[in-house]
């Protein structure tokens, strides 16, 4: 409701004009306009996630609002930083929650001490998720493939199960933390008992949104979710850099062959373990901004189902591409939150055009997929990506293009012409 | 003094005696080959020159540093470079960014964090590797996925990473094992030209008397674990103790 927020939902065509040949800090043509697209997406996304008219029968298809939006920009933050690792390098690591938790229990601890502002929570975040993961790295990348991944696992187990106990103190144990109006944050005021201590960025609450009534639309532009999107819009310029840079070159080198890295007189080590503490700042990062964004911690945070779904997006939507994990994370994130509260009174809406018992039969059908079983329809379509699109929802979206090429090149009367437009376009 | 100097290295496996005794003086500039029939102990004292295994007793040194107890990258980064018997490059990235992966471990040494800058925009390391790419004629295929080659270019493109350093010795393990006659003669053809247009010294285990009698300058022959003799190629070729070794003949045949 405030002129910030309203201001920043204003904003759209601005951010499109710089993509040019001469490169957008840096970037050159197709990776220029791949973080447009991304910026676009971004700051789009009220409006793209909320196709569907508030009131009507597809309006729960909606993802639109600023919990969900948050958790699409800062799982998206979690998956590309995962990626470094494992889509560069090839090591997977089935523990990258643990970072994710630290995170937030860091940037918690920098609100309860120091100040509700969103900044040196992050920052915090960031730095403690990195140091753990410099610990959990050198010490796991001593060994590599399925060893690698079982000492990560178990790091992040018992991350979890010391959160869980014997660091309560720390901690909050089963509880987790939450901030409290008598917290002795240093650098703020007193705030009035009884207050709900609110993150904030210089004085911008993170919960501040403005309503955009357009028809019977309903668009919300939050605060929170574009202080966390330009967080992911800078870790994903981060990304672009670094798969195109030498290191990145060195990280696909250890992928690819580590006996020749090390008879070409390079030390894989160093570039794994770089790769590793990078990828844990980047779970840091997304782990402060959902305590900026919830203000509350719980172990659970840690669980190894959490890690397990930063893989699931990453292979989901493409390891070792650019886009993938985002598109992984939104797309976990889109079933978890809106197939799962698809619920039998809502099948019964759908299927009621129907004479009673066929309406019935498919109710009981469609059923386990949806609700509570939406892990199941996930399951279902993670193995179909893996089975038929190794590369990910990215191979998809290529072979589509392909066959989309292929079409307008058949139906092009000359072929010259065609292939010169094909040229044109690469 | 050779560039190379191997004095009684020794190595064991449990109760296997790989290694024992073998003293082996490479001259700078030579080809010098290493050659013995089966389980003779060939890849085992390769293994320990570059690295990848210790010796028990004994001492290598190169250019008069010794290279015991140093990891393969260090090695390398004193200037000795390796081809495998299966060619060892980096399948999945294309040729071009195989060959700058070895210019810039030639600059940058064996770890540097340069996230800045696209690669594709480093002047330097893209020229060095284009130059050397044109130089083994291979720049018509610069943007083939390294995987898609045929065997013959995955070794061209092998021995091309490893002259991109500019080492001072560089060893081959059987570098034509298992490849036709064609592909064998052009190898030998390549590491002819090498040789003649550069300042140095190779060191070469190999099967194929072809190979080795048209390339060595200089020969040893390795049995059960020991150097049997050293000579030049002429003289090595009707020796008795080799004729035995290789063929199993008596000395007397």
């Known amino acids: 409701m405030t002129d910030q927020t309203s201001n920043a939902g204003a904003v759209r065509p601005k951010p499109a004009a710089p993509a040019e040949k001469t490169g957008l800090f840096g970037l050159r043509g197709k990776d220029a306009s791949l973080l447009v697209f991304v910026a676009l997406l971004t700051l789009l996304a009220p409006f793209i996630l909320n196709p569907f008219p508030t009131g009507s029968a597809m309006a729960q298809f909606n993802a639109g609002y600023p919990d969900l939006m948050q958790r699409f920009v800062i799982f998206g933050i979690f998956a590309i930083g995962f990626n470094i690792l494992f889509g560069l390098t090839g090591y997977l690591s089935f523990g990258h929650a643990a970072f994710l938790g630290v995170g937030s229990y860091a940037g918690i601890w920098s609100m309860k001490l120091l100040t509700l502002n969103v900044i040196p929570s992050i920052v915090v975040s960031v730095i403690v998720a990195g140091l753990f993961s410099l610990i959990v790295g050198w010490i796991s990348l001593r060994r590599s493939g399925i060893y690698f991944s079982i000492l990560t696992l178990a790091f992040a187990m018992m991350s979890y199960a010391l959160a869980y106990s014997v660091l309560t103190p720390i901690t909050g144990g089963e509880t987790g933390l939450q901030l409290q109006y008598f917290d002795p944050r240093i650098l703020d005021g007193e705030l009035a008992a009884g207050t709900t201590p609110r993150a904030n960025l210089f004085g911008l609450e993170m919960g501040t949104s403005y309503e955009l009534r357009f028809g019977s639309w309903l668009f919300t532009f939050n605060a929170g979710y574009y202080i966390a999107a330009a967080c992911m819009l800078a870790a994903f310029y981060l990304a672009i850099r670094i798969f195109r840079s030498p290191f990145g070159m060195m990280l696909r080198a250890v992928k690819s062959n580590q006996q020749r890295l090390n008879y070409t007189g390079i030390s894989p080590k160093p570039y794994t373990l770089a790769a590793f503490v990078i990828s844990g700042m980047y779970a840091g990062l997304a782990g402060g901004l959902l305590v900026a964004m919830d203000t509350q911690v719980g172990a659970e945070r840690m669980f190894w189902t959490a890690s397990g779904e930063v893989v699931l997006m990453t292979i989901l939507g493409g390891a070792g591409t650019l886009i993938g994990p985002v598109l992984g994370a939104g797309f976990i994130k889109y079933m978890e939150n809106i197939v799962s509260t698809i619920n039998k009174s809502t099948l019964e809406g759908w299927f009621a055009f129907m004479p009673d018992g066929l309406a019935d039969f498919f109710v009981t059908i469609v059923y386990p997929f949806v609700g509570k079983g939406w892990h199941l329809t996930l399951g279902l379509l993670f193995m179909a990506v893996v089975i038929f699109l190794p590369g990910g929802l990215v191979q998809g979206g290529q072979k589509i293009a392909t066959v989309l090429r292929r079409d307008r090149k058949g139906s092009g009367l000359e072929p010259g012409a065609a292939a010169k437009r094909k040229q044109a376009e690469d | ?253």
């Not at chain 2, 009684?8 to 005794?21: T, W």
């Not at chain 2, 015991?68 to 018997?85: A, C, D, T, Y």
């Not at chain 2, 200089?218 to 070729?237: C, F, H, N, W």
């Open chain 2, 1 to 253: 003094m050779g560039i190379l100097e191997v004095k009684n290295v020794g190595k064991r496996f449990g109760g296997l005696k790989a290694l024992s005794d073998v003293n082996l003086s490479v001259k700078e500039g030579s080809v010098h080959a290493i050659i013995g029939p089966n389980g003779a102990g060939k890849s085992t004292l390769l293994n320990c020159l570059v690295g990848k295994l210790i010796p028990d007793t004994g001492s290598v040194s190169f250019e008069g540093q010794s290279v015991l107890g140093r990891k393969p990258h260090e090695i390398n980064q004193m200037g000795i470079s390796r081809v495998f018997q299966t060619p060892e490059i980096f399948g999945d990235l294309t040729v071009m960014e195989n060959m700058m992966i070895p210019c810039l471990a030639k600059r940058d040494g064996a770890f540097s964090i340069s996230a800045y800058g696209a690669m594709m925009d480093d002047r330097e390391i893209v020229e060095r590797a284009e130059h050397m790419l044109e130089d083994m004629r291979m720049i018509d295929k610069r943007h083939m996925h390294a995987a898609s080659m045929s065997r013959g270019d995955k070794r061209r493109l092998e021995i091309a990473m490893c002259l991109a350093q500019e080492p001072r010795l560089l060893l081959l393990d059987e570098p034509t094992a298992g490849m036709a006659r064609a592909d064998t003669n052009n190898t030998i053809d390549l590491l002819k030209e090498i040789k003649s247009t550069r300042p140095i010294t190779i060191c070469i285990i190999e099967h194929d008397m072809h190979v080795v009698f048209s390339l060595a300058e200089r020969i040893t022959v390795l049995a059960q674990g020991t150097p049997l003799v050293e000579d030049t190629p002429d003289r090595i070729k009707g020796h008795p103790k080799v004729r035995e070794a290789y063929l199993g003949e008596s000395s007397g045949h």
